[in-house]
């Protein structure tokens, strides 16, 4: 199993363009989640989504948006990038244990700067 | 709405000594919680969880964390650590009506063991 891979890990952007962060995961997860993580932020959750065609926002949806079409990818659209979405970018998987939620799986991360 | 709070953004200790990492939460519900680790330049990953039962919980490299529902606390313990557990240490929680899949995390405990 690769678990949680994501790609690029790094990337440069100008303000305005546009990008898509990769999330793929071979664990057949029903929940998907992206966070964003600032220095002495933690990791705040953008977008999550519950199983295919499910998305819902987090704590920072504005500027990003998500689609699931397929249980193994959750792509991270930025449309129009601005330097305050500079961060690295995590995604994470999981299911749920007959107890509640099992562990969260995280990928490497992307390091994107906006210029 | 929940949130975690974690009470040292720095802990610095030597070797063999004994460590606590110290987390708050507040939440209107029922809450699971979780410790999460990060080594350098990598992602997340679990340390322990807490979702019924026990409220003494044993997680992976001897560390220990007991939920304390009364001061709505998550403290993590180690009673001897070693270098190789320098790394930054999340408190999460999330709450039983998500069953999960929306994790809030804590701001962090940057843990370094010095020789």
């Known amino acids: 199993n690769a678990g949680v891979t994501q790609t690029p890990k790094f990337q440069v952007l100008k303000t305005g363009q546009s990008m898509t962060l990769q999330c793929a995961q071979d664990?057949?997860?029903?929940?998907m989640s992206w966070y964003r993580q600032d220095p002495g932020m933690g990791l705040r959750l953008i977008h999550y989504?519950?199983?295919?065609?499910?998305?819902d926002q987090g704590e920072v949806p504005n500027g990003y948006n998500v689609s699931r079409s397929t249980t193994e990818d959750f792509p991270l659209r930025l449309l129009s990038a601005a330097p305050s979405q500079t961060s690295v970018y995590f995604c994470?998987?999981?299911?749920?244990?007959?107890?509640?939620?099992?562990?969260?799986?995280f990928g490497p991360g992307t390091r994107l700067t906006v210029l | 709405a929940q949130s975690v709070t974690q009470l040292d953004s720095q802990v610095p200790v030597f070797e063999e000594a004994p460590v606590e990492l110290r987390c708050n939460y507040s939440?209107?519900?029922?809450?699971?919680l979780f410790w999460y680790v990060q080594y350098p330049n990598q992602g997340l990953q679990l340390l322990l969880k807490?979702?019924?039962?026990?409220?003494l919980v044993k997680g992976i490299n001897g560390f220990e964390a007991e939920f304390n529902k009364s001061q709505t606390s998550f403290h993590l313990r180690k009673p001897s650590v070693h270098i190789s557990d320098t790394a930054e240490y999340f408190c999460?929680?999330?709450?039983?009506?998500?069953?999960?899949?929306?994790?809030?995390f804590g701001e962090g405990t940057q843990l370094t063991v010095n020789p």
């Open positions: 994470a998987s999981s299911y749920l244990g007959p107890w509640g939620p099992d562990t969260q799986y």
């Open positions: 664990m057949n997860h029903e929940y």
């Open positions: 989504s519950v199983g295919a065609g499910i998305t």
């Open positions: 939440s209107s519900v029922s809450v699971y």
């Open positions: 807490y979702l019924s039962g026990s409220t």
């Open positions: 999460a929680v999330s709450d039983q009506e998500t069953s999960g899949s929306r994790l809030t």
